[in-house]
């Protein structure tokens, strides 16, 4: 029976590009046009708005994928769905108003809201990371494209003969057994090139020479940075609750504060409930990260869990609201929690030891 729906063995990683370029088209965007006093291309009647030019991004990047093959194809077209996403989705506040209103509050909300249902995708994806036989087959017919242009280095044979043999192991179906070791003994006798000449080999060597990085640092040097950087995101916390606190009661706080309670518009009665919600939430998260620190120094696997719960209820909540009320300036705190989750989820290893 033919199956509909395929998965690519590597689709996380061309995910994960279309998710970090569509969030640095976003944030490079709106940087952009407020150095620019938000610069318009036209004229009297013309009006060419960038979500234009990320329809024209998408159409390209279907286009290519459509049209072309190869792994250099899917990157190019990841990164152009990512960047033609973000400035299409950039501008989701005038065409969802009636007064076509690009600074729509919530706006930055949505846009983040989209970006983390985005992320959680990609976390879903690399959880189910298992592949079928199916699958592995379709990615070892497409790492063939390698001997077509006669670049197939050591790496990638070793790769597709591993995967091969895992295909021949693991399937029941005799036409996949009978191709898979036909493939295999094609591939034995093909010449190979020295990994050093492929471009895209030379990029996924940045991820192995990280990892070789993180594995020399000792494991209490790397619990002691970790706490060092909870503890520094637990106190810019509270310096900034007490900075707003004090502007909402009238402190001198400098114009810059006073600006920024002018401006976040908590006037209106619902404001001023999610805005006191979202900090209260805030000090609670803030208070529990405070005091998990100490558990980190038992050794104790609850203290992760308890870290990656709690900065995941500050990205699902309070960070929403706090794009909501403070715009694209939220990016900085959700950046140094998704960079804390990514760090638990690859390297909990280095920070809780078995016993």
């Known amino acids: 029976m033919r199956t509909l729906f395929v998965k690519r063995t ?3 990683k061309h995910f994960s590009t279309f ?5 640095l088209t976003v944030v490079v965007t709106r940087i952009y046009l407020h150095l620019t006093g938000y610069l318009q291309i036209g004229n009297e009647i013309f009006h060419i708005a960038h979500l234009t030019w990320g329809g024209l991004g998408l159409l390209i990047a279907s ?18 769905s990512g960047i033609g996403w973000g400035l299409f989705i950039d501008e989701i506040g005038k065409f969802i108003t009636v007064t076509n209103d690009y600074f729509f509050r919530p706006a930055a909300a949505i846009i983040y809201v989209v970006f983390l249902g985005c992320f959680l995708l990609l976390l879903y994806m690399k959880r189910k990371e298992q592949h079928s036989v199916k699958s592995r087959l379709y990615d070892v017919l497409e790492g063939l494209e390698e001997v077509i242009e006669q670049d197939l280095n050591v790496k990638e044979r070793l790769r597709i003969e591993e995967e091969l043999e895992s295909i021949i192991e693991d399937t029941t179906d005799k036409n996949i057994d009978l191709l898979a070791r036909q493939l ?8 190979v090139s020295p990994p050093e000449n492929d471009i895209l080999y ?23 940075i970790f706490k060092t950087v909870i503890a520094l995101r637990v106190l810019g916390s509270f310096l900034w609750l007490m900075a707003v606190f004090l502007a909402i009661t009238g402190a001198e706080t400098g114009s810059f504060l006073q600006n920024y309670i002018d401006t976040i518009q908590i006037e209106h009665s619902g404001n001023i409930m999610l805005f006191v919600g979202m900090n209260a939430l805030r000090f609670f998260l803030s208070l529990v990260l405070l005091t998990t620190l100490s558990g980190l120094d038992k050794n104790r696997k609850e203290t992760l869990r308890i870290i990656t719960l709690t900065l995941w209820i500050s990205l699902g909540l309070v960070d929403v609201f706090d794009f909501y009320f403070n715009q694209f300036e939220a990016v900085i705190a959700t950046v140094v929690d998704v960079s804390l989750l990514a760090f638990i989820r690859d390297y909990s290893h280095k920070l809780v030891k078995e016993r």
């Open 19 to 23: 998710l970090i370029t569509f969030a």
């Open 202 to 224: 030379k990029f996924s060597r940045i991820q192995d020479y990280w990892d070789s990085f993180i594995d020399t640092i000792p494991e209490d040097l790397i619990t002691k």
């Open 184 to 191: 295999l003994e094609f591939i034995h006798k093909q010449e």
């Open 63 to 80: 286009l290519m994928l459509m049209m072309y093959r190869g792994r250099v194809v899917l990157i190019i077209g990841s990164i152009m």
């Open 10 to 12: 590597n689709a996380s």
